[in-house]
C-alpha cells in the first residue's frame, strides 16, 4: 500500500468558502488555474446529513458483496478487497436530501459560473470506504477518465475550459486515517491520465474535511480515495455535473419513476438534461425554425 510521503514542503489547502463568502470568479479561477478545489463549508444541517448517511448505510449493507459496479479498484478486485468499498447509485430515487443537495442553490450559482447557466447532473452516487478498505487508482474524472487512451479523445484536448465539476459531500470525517480523497495540486492544469513516472503518492495532498463540508474540484484534477486505516466507515455523496451538451455518465431519467419526473422541480428538470432536446428525433421533430440567434431571443 503507498503511505502519504512525509516532508518540510508546506502543505496546500484548498480555499475555504461559506455560503455567506461564496465569489464564483474566485472559485472558477481556482478551479481552472489555482490547486483545482475548494471547500464550502455550512451548505447543508446535521439532519440533512444523519439522512443522507442513513440512507446510504442501510443501502450499502445490503450490498455486503459489492455487487454494484465501481471505478477504479482493480487492485482491489484483485486483493479480494472490493467488498471494502462500496457504490450506492440513483440517489434521487432514495431520499428527497438527495435532491436537495444537488439541486443546493449554492452549488447550482457555483456551477452555472463553471459550466454555463443549463449545465446538467451526469451522476450522483455514494461512495463508503469500509475500515481496511482500499484506495483507488490515481485517476482524473468522467468525462477524461479513460484519457489514458488519448488517442481516443479529440486532437488538442485541453483543460483550458471545463468539461466537469465534482462536489464531493462529507459525511464522515475525512481524515488522512480515514482515506480522505488525495489530490495534486495543479495537476487540472495539463490534461493528463497520471501514470507512476508522476509520483502521485509523494506529490499529493488531501481534501481534509468534516461532515457537512462540501469540496468542489474540477475533474482533470489528479486525485483517489486513500485506504481507510481507521475503524469507522469513511463514506460522501459525490455529484458530477457536466456542461449541457456532454454524454452523462448515469442515465438518471430511465432508473427515476415517472412521478419524479412530473413532479421535479425546474432545477432538477435542468440537472436531468430535460430542457435540452438533444440528441432529437429530427425527422419527426416539430417544423420549422428550431435554432439560431433568433430562435434564441425568442425562449
Given amino acids: 500500500m503507498h503511505a502519504h510521503a512525509q516532508s518540510s514542503r508546506p502543505k496546500t489547502v484548498p480555499r475555504i468558502f461559506t455560503p455567506e463568502t461564496i465569489d464564483t470568479d474566485l472559485i472558477v479561477g481556482e478551479l481552472l488555474d489555482?490547486?483545482?478545489?475548494?471547500?464550502?463549508?455550512?451548505?447543508?444541517?446535521?439532519?440533512?446529513?444523519?439522512?443522507?448517511?442513513?440512507?446510504?448505510?442501510?443501502?450499502?449493507?445490503?450490498?455486503?458483496?459489492?455487487?454494484?459496479v465501481t471505478h477504479f479498484q482493480g487492485a482491489a478486485e484483485r486483493e479480494g478487497k472490493i467488498n471494502l468499498q462500496r457504490r450506492v447509485w440513483n440517489l434521487l430515487a432514495k431520499g428527497d436530501v438527495f435532491s436537495r443537495m444537488a439541486a443546493h442553490p449554492v452549488l447550482m450559482q457555483t456551477m452555472r459560473a463553471f459550466l454555463g447557466t443549463e449545465f446538467i447532473m451526469g451522476s450522483i452516487a455514494a461512495n463508503r470506504i469500509l475500515p481496511g478498505?482500499?484506495?483507488?487508482?490515481?485517476?482524473?474524472?468522467?468525462?477524461?477518465?479513460?484519457?489514458?487512451?488519448?488517442?481516443?479523445?479529440?486532437?488538442?484536448?485541453?483543460?483550458?475550459?471545463?468539461?466537469?465539476?465534482?462536489?464531493?459531500?462529507?459525511?464522515?470525517?475525512?481524515?488522512?486515517e480515514t482515506g480522505a480523497t488525495a489530490y495534486v495540486p495543479g495537476s487540472q492544469r495539463s490534461l493528463r491520465y497520471p501514470d507512476e513516472s508522476d509520483r502521485f503518492f509523494d506529490r499529493c495532498e488531501r481534501m481534509l474535511g468534516e461532515p457537512g463540508d462540501t469540496v468542489i474540484f474540477f475533474g482533470a484534477l489528479w486525485h483517489c480515495a486513500m485506504p481507510n486505516r481507521s475503524t469507522v466507515d469513511r463514506s460522501a455523496v459525490l455529484i458530477q455535473y457536466l456542461p449541457k451538451w456532454v454524454k452523462p455518465m448515469e442515465n438518471i431519467p430511465a432508473a427515476l419513476p415517472e412521478s419524479f419526473l412530473d413532479t421535479a422541480s425546474p432545477d432538477i428538470r435542468q440537472l436531468l438534461g430535460l430542457n435540452y432536446p438533444y440528441p432529437e428525433i429530427l425527422d419527426a421533430a416539430r417544423g420549422g425554425n428550431a435554432e439560431g440567434r433568433t430562435m434564441m431571443k425568442a425562449r
Avoid at 439532519?47 to 442501510?58: F, S
Avoid at 488519448?150 to 462529507?170: C, D, E, G, K, M
Wanted: net charge negative.
Fill in 34 to 68: 489555482g490547486v483545482g478545489a475548494v471547500t464550502i463549508r455550512g451548505l447543508f444541517t446535521a439532519d440533512e446529513i444523519a439522512q443522507a448517511r442513513q440512507i446510504i448505510m442501510e443501502e450499502s449493507n445490503s450490498d455486503a458483496q459489492a455487487a454494484k
Fill in 133 to 176: 478498505g482500499p484506495g483507488q487508482e490515481p485517476h482524473i474524472d468522467y468525462p477524461y477518465w479513460d484519457y489514458h487512451c488519448p488517442q481516443t479523445h479529440p486532437s488538442r484536448l485541453n483543460s483550458s475550459f471545463p468539461l466537469n465539476a465534482q462536489a464531493t459531500i462529507v459525511l464522515d470525517p475525512f481524515t488522512e
